[in-house]
């Protein structure tokens, strides 16, 4: 009996068991997830996100990712709270049919706590913060301005730019005593090095640009590149829903329009991205110059306008895609299609004037960007970036035996067939495959493998109409150019990350190259070039104090030769098959400090002392009466530096700041060798110990700017900003003959702003070179004088 009474209880008992594990069974689980992003769309590590009801909570990873697991279906509050951010909280509804993937994007916050501040860095801050030698500049504040990458960069520490001109003119940048080509140049990360003349840094608008990252010295193995200087990589606005439209007349008869925006469907994510910008200016400005008779010679020194120096150009770039899926952070198609029409009012120096001459160029180029983090597994990153460069541009100079002087008056040489420079209609189409591949390992917290492959792929072809049997044009003239990197990285704590590399650099080159020149065995030969190298370094940071950084960064490193280098351009630029790579150590040690004086004072030091010593230095010859140059190698130069800025800030109502850099960049060869075909060998160097000329070794610049708020109306800004540049007087050639120096020069610029219906109407005015001061830049080549410009935004 008591068996059977305990059979039935047993089996009531299975029963319930059985019941209940049913219904356990029968309820659905969920598996929500998502990335918590800071709202310049950068990952937050350490982010708390809890399902307030239940209280079930987790934490983002390094890369902001987040993800909660076995959630029955209803309907939940996610809280979202991070130190130095605003708390966000999310209603969402759990169930087979709704999302699974919520990204959130959390507003920066500034607070003190006991005289304890808090802050959320921006990416601007974060990027600076790197072991590095490095200067990210936000253009947020530029926007109502119209600055172009040229005018942001040149203000930065120890960057230098030169120019030939006005809109349009082709532009030098050194940073560090490095310039040229040694510093590569990126638009989100993937290299514009032969995207066209119509997309340089005079043309890129700031409205266009949420950042500006300088590397100096040592560059980062995920930018994949053979820089030897320094990297500047610009990055684009990718805000998620925006408008910003613009246009300013200006001086010389200048125009500039911009159309920025980005439209996301809420529902599916998909993302349509665009900019567009034109560009158009007479460049009439006015040069001091000699006037010369029908017989080319001097008879009087006038100041006229430039005569034959119209520049236009336009660009488009559109990205469509879609972002924090499963299967993609981000996966983009794009098009970017630019062109541009130049006329050339003189070469390389104003010694000689044209005026038939012009230059243009087209480039279509399609683009393709994938990334994915946690890619299999927690901490492996992956993104690729591949682009094809469609490039034609032509030369044209056909104007038989017509001279010009600077009053624009024609001289006709009779019987002479001669352009103005060398008679051709010069095509050039080149065509350039990139890609670039980068990965990343995060193993624990504390160590982080990456792996970058870059792949690039370059082939011209040529043809002169003027001269169709001219011979160096019926052969191959193509490169490809691999570098691979290795980098481990180890954040030992919060205050100590340092990072270890290696790069390794392989060019193949197909050109030709005239030998025996002058000779009866005078020929033009096909010709190859293969190089391979291997370059290393380590970059260190420490903090000192929570404020106080001290970074340290070393890199032995390579430079291939660009096809402009080996190639030349088909006009001012004569080809130099016979170029080597360059290669450089480079050493960078700078300290940075950030604090606060009292509660409203924010103060921001820092300085860097900067060492190169470069071999084969591939520099630009200048001959003093000729137009044309070409590239050459120096045997070995030296560049010993320093470069210090300091800022001031009074809460968000005043600004100061200046910064003055110095580099005595010298030829430390002390024998060159001569490859002339009488009487060549290694000769003792007449410039040994001569600094390298036509470059600036003293220069800074120096801004103030105020804001006042509700002005007028509410909502409202009202912003004046001033700006001071120097340049000491350099020398133009290697000769110390006081007629090449360019002389020391001073400038000033203002700017007026006013925002209203909270920054969605802005109207801004501008003054450059204030004083009308006379200013020369590259090769003793005449800048702008005063100019004034005014600026119309709309921004939703």
């Known amino acids: ?38 709202s310049e769309e950068f990952s937050i590590p350490g982010v708390n996100v809890v399902i307030e009801q239940t209280q079930q909570g987790t934490i983002s990873n390094a890369n902001g990712y987040y993800q909660l697991k076995d959630i029955p279906a209803g309907r939940y509050t996610l809280m979202i709270s991070a130190l130095g951010f605003q708390t966000y909280t999310l209603p969402i509804e759990v169930n087979a049919d709704s999302p699974k993937q919520y990204n959130i994007s959390l507003t920066e916050k500034s607070y003190a706590i006991d005289d304890i501040e808090v802050v959320g860095k921006s990416v601007a801050s974060q990027v ?154 007479d460049n009439n400005y006015k040069v001091w110059v000699p006037i010369t008779n029908s017989n080319n010679v001097i008879v009087d020194t006038a100041n006229v306008e430039r005569f034959h120096d119209r520049y236009q150009s336009a660009t488009l ?29 003189h070469g390389a120096t104003m010694a000689t004037v044209y005026g038939g001459i012009v230059q243009n160029s087209q480039s279509l180029i399609p683009i393709f960007r994938y990334s994915k983090k946690d890619l299999f597994t927690d901490g492996l990153d992956i993104s690729l970036y591949s682009a094809v460069n469609i490039n034609q541009s032509q030369v044209i100079d056909t104007l038989r035996g017509i001279r010009y002087n600077w009053l624009g008056e024609a001289f006709k040489t009779e019987g002479s067939n001669d352009g103005e ?32 492959y870059a792949f690039n792929y370059f082939d011209r072809a040529s043809f002169d109409k003027e001269n169709p049997d001219y011979l160096p044009n019926q052969f191959q003239r193509s490169m490809n150019k691999h570098v691979t990197g290795l980098a481990y990285k180890l954040d030992a704590n919060d205050q100590w990350s340092t990072t270890v590399f ?46 106080l950084q001290v970074k340290l960064s070393y890199e032995h490193t390579y430079r291939m030769p660009t096809p402009l280098e080996l190639f030349g351009d088909g006009l001012f630029i004569e080809p130099n098959p016979d170029l080597g790579p360059e290669q450089s150590d480079n050493l960078n040690l700078g300290a940075d400090y950030r604090f606060k004086a009292g509660a ?56 100061l700041g200046a910064n003055l850099t110095f580099q005595d960049i010298t030829d430390q060869a002390e024998f060159v060798y001569d490859n002339s075909y009488t009487g060549g060998g290694w000769k003792k160097n007449f410039h040994y110990q001569y600094r390298v000329p036509n470059i600036p070794y003293l220069f800074g610049s120096a801004n103030a700017g105020f804001n006042l708020k509700n002005v007028g109306q509410p909502g409202s800004t009202l912003s004046l ?67 004034f410009a005014i600026k119309l935004r709309y921004n939703l």
């Open 502 to 547: 290696a790069k390794l650099f392989s060019l193949h080159a197909e050109t030709s190259k005239l030998f025996d020149f002058g000779l009866d065995t005078q020929r033009t030969e096909a010709v190859t070039t293969s190089r391979t190298n291997m370059g290393y370094g380590i970059a260190s940071s420490y903090f000192v104090l929570p404020k």
């Open 421 to 452: 420079n060398a008679r051709t209609n010069t095509t050039l189409d080149d065509h350039e495959f990139l890609s670039q591949f980068n990965t990343n390992y995060a193993i624990g917290t504390k160590h982080t493998l990456a792996l970058n």
């Open 721 to 787: 900003n001033y700006y001071f540049n120097f340049v000491e007087n350099y020398y133009l050639s290697w000769s110390k003959n006081p007629k090449y120096i360019i002389p020391r020069q001073t400038s000033h610029d203002i700017m007026l702003a006013y925002a209203f219906g909270d920054g969605r109407y802005n109207i801004s005015a501008e003054c450059r070179n204030l004083m009308d001061a006379r200013l020369y830049d590259k090769y003793y080549l005449q800048k702008p004088g005063r100019s």
């Open 1 to 38: 009996m008591n068996s059977k009474k305990s059979d039935w209880k047993l089996s009531i008992a299975l029963a319930v068991f059985v019941m209940l594990s049913t219904s356990a069974v029968c309820q659905q689980l969920y598996t929500i997830s998502g990335i918590v992003q800071s």
């Open 128 to 281: 600076n913060e790197q072991a590095y030698s490095v200067t990210s500049v936000s253009t947020k504040d530029l926007f109502n301005s119209t600055a172009t990458a040229q005018q942001v960069l040149n203000k930065v520490p120890g960057v230098r730019i030169t120019e030939e001109g006005g809109l349009g003119s082709n532009l030098n940048f050194t940073i560090n005593g490095f310039s040229g080509d040694q510093i590569k140049f990126f638009m989100d990360g993937l290299p514009m090095d032969n995207f066209g003349s119509s997309l340089n840094m005079g043309d890129i608008p700031v409205n266009m640009i949420e950042r500006i990252d300088v590397y100096k010295g040592v560059v980062p193995v995920w930018l994949g590149t053979d820089a030897l200087g320094g990297a500047v990589n610009i990055i684009t606005n990718k805000q998620k829903d925006f408008l910003d439209l613009s246009y300013s007349y200006g001086s010389f008869n200048t125009h500039k329009a911009s159309l920025n925006f980005s439209r996301t469907n809420p529902k599916n994510g998909f993302t349509l991205r665009g900019n567009a910008f034109l560009n158009y200016s």
């Open 317 to 345: 770039k559109l990205e469509a895609g879609i972002s924090n899926k499963k299967y993609a952070d981000n996966l983009f198609v794009g098009l970017i299609a630019t062109a541009n029409d130049n006329q050339v009012q």
């Open 600 to 655: 409203q004072h924010f103060i921001n030091l820092g300085g860097t002392f900067v060492y190169r010593e470069a071999k084969d230095l591939i520099y630009t010859v200048v001959q003093i009466a000729s137009p044309v140059t070409y590239y050459d190698n120096l045997n070995q130069t030296r560049t010993l530096g320093m470069e210090t800025n300091i800022q001031y800030q009074f809460k968000d109502i005043f600004n």
